[in-house]
């Protein structure tokens, strides 16, 4: 994700393909009851770190820890240690009091002072290093955790907010380096997991179609959620007009008829910027995929298959997926459309933190690295808004048409670097999360958002169209 900011590798690992996550049945936490907020808070601090050793020292050895393998991406060993750096600044500086333990680091795991393409030249800490202190801060904070108090007065600690921002970092961190894996060259290091997601008939979803929303007001957003993020606050009201939405995300077969009807070829489907950035790369097709033998195939986590054609097609920049949606005769949809068929609900009047409802339950939707892949069209149907609109949330992140900018009354909290630096044209909004995100860093009003050329992240996208038939 944006805003955190080896070649030769060991045999697969199993630990990686399924890590242990903790999936408790309401990802809300209750803020009323502070000791079990607090127990729920350290069972995700353990959890989250299983999945970060198990993305990396229990997989690569050093070489594949330390080296680069894009200069789009972090040295595996970078974003291990920062992940420890950030929870000691915010969990035992900020809300714990403590001193610094390792301030001389503090610029090297800071991600706006060195962008990516420079840290593998910086004087990291070497993997077992970089364990030994993150553990040291782990013990630390759970030593202190019970003296914190959750002062409602105080807004980063109220709710458990700044140990929920901390658990949602590391996940964060995760996502981006199973991102790191999938461009990893050489022998696999994760595997797949015994339980795959379900697998569907051969297009079972076909036909499935777009599902109107009427028009009328919703609320977008949230002002009572407490470990959401600045830049889904506050909860407001936006009016929209009627429109058409994919109940279901494009598929790799919808998406290569397009490329078979030289959509890549055809400036008509392309906005400028990206007709020139397909011109400069000679992009073809999404990334990691290539034809062989009159088949399209794809690179997954080191493994070459076919193309799954009931899959959502991932791997796509905001350019190519505006350039489908064009040629389809449809359009990306808005941010707003996005949400309002994902959260609310007509019948009750009021948005949903999920779109089936407020709880987190298991088996609704692909999320959380339970597969690493997507799902097929036609499941987890449980998991439908009140829409009746798909897999909103798991499987691939989804491209929208708005730029990332901050809502009515937004204010930066806790500081202005997760959010409020990044607001402007140059980044386009993604939303609902992928199978490599965590039920806790995703609901329905996170937003997720990054430049329109990026094509490693987990993403894909569905198309929406105006009632007038009109797809722009």
């Known amino acids: 994700m944006t805003r955190t ?3 030769d590798a060991p045999a697969a690992h199993p630990a990686a393909a399924h890590p242990a996550a903790t999936y408790p049945a309401a990802t809300y936490p209750a803020a009323a009851d502070e000791d079990a907020l607090k ?5 995700e601090l353990g959890a989250v770190r299983d999945r970060s050793f198990g993305l990396t020292t229990d997989v690569l050895d050093e070489a594949g820890l330390t080296s680069q393998v894009s200069p789009l991406m972090s040295p595996l060993v970078w974003d291990l240690a920062h992940v420890g750096n950030y929870e000691e600044l915010w969990l035992l500086r900020a809300a714990a009091g403590a001193d610094a333990m390792r301030p001389e680091i503090d610029g090297l795991y800071d991600a706006f002072e ?3 393409a420079e840290r593998p030249s910086l004087p990291l800490l070497p993997p077992d290093e970089a364990r030994s202190y993150i553990g040291t801060v782990r013990a630390k904070v759970l030593d202190s955790l019970p003296s914190v108090r959750f002062d409602t007065a105080d807004p980063l600690t109220s709710g458990g907010f700044v140990y929920g921002m901390v658990v949602q970092h590391e996940h964060m961190h995760d996502e981006t380096m199973l991102a790191t894996h999938q461009l990893r060259e050489g022998a696999p290091a994760l595997l797949d997991p015994v339980a795959e997601p379900p697998r569907m008939p051969p297009s079972a979803g076909s036909g499935i179609g777009e599902v109107l929303i009427e028009a009328g007001p919703f609320r977008m957003g949230t002002s009572d959620d407490p470990w959401a993020y600045d830049n889904e606050r506050p909860a407001h009201v936006v009016d929209l007009p009627a429109y058409y939405i994919d109940v279901e995300p494009v598929a ?3 998406y290569i008829s397009f490329m078979e009807a030289g959509g890549y070829d055809d400036p008509r489907w ?3 910027a990206g007709w020139e950035w397909r011109n400069a790369g000679g992009k073809r097709a999404p990334a990691f995929w290539h034809r062989e033998g009159g088949r399209w195939l794809r690179r997954r986590f080191g493994r070459t298959e076919p193309v799954p054609p009931d899959e959502p097609v991932q791997h796509v920049s905001w350019y190519e997926a505006d350039a489908y949606a064009r040629w389809a005769g449809k359009r990306l949809p808005t941010e707003a459309e996005w949400e309002k068929a994902a959260r609310w609900d007509p019948a009750a009047g009021r948005s949903r933190r999920f779109p089936w409802g407020d709880a987190y339950e298991e088996g609704r939707a692909n999320l959380g690295q339970r597969a690493l892949r997507p799902s097929e069209t036609g499941a987890y149907a449980s998991g439908a808004s009140a829409y009746g609109v798909r897999r909103l949330i798991g499987d691939v992140w989804e491209w929208t048409s708005s730029d990332f900018g901050g ?3 937004f204010r930066s909290f806790p500081y202005k ?3 409020e630096v990044f607001f402007g044209p140059e980044y386009k909004v993604l939303r609902g999360g992928s199978w490599a995100t965590h039920p806790l860093a995703v609901r329905g009003s996170f ?3 990054d430049y329109p050329v990026r094509r490693q992240i987990f993403s894909g996208f569905r198309c929406a169209r105006s009632v007038d038939g009109e797809g722009r």
Do not use: F, M, V
Not at 39 to 43: K, Q, R, S, T, V
């Open 5 to 7: 900011n080896p070649r």
């Open 39 to 43: 127990e729920l808070i350290a069972g």
């Open 114 to 116: 060195h962008p990516r």
């Open 252 to 254: 790799n077969a919808a």
């Open 270 to 272: 392309w906005d400028a």
């Open 407 to 409: 809502y009515p009354g």
């Open 417 to 419: 670097e997760y959010s």
């Open 447 to 449: 937003r997720n958002w």
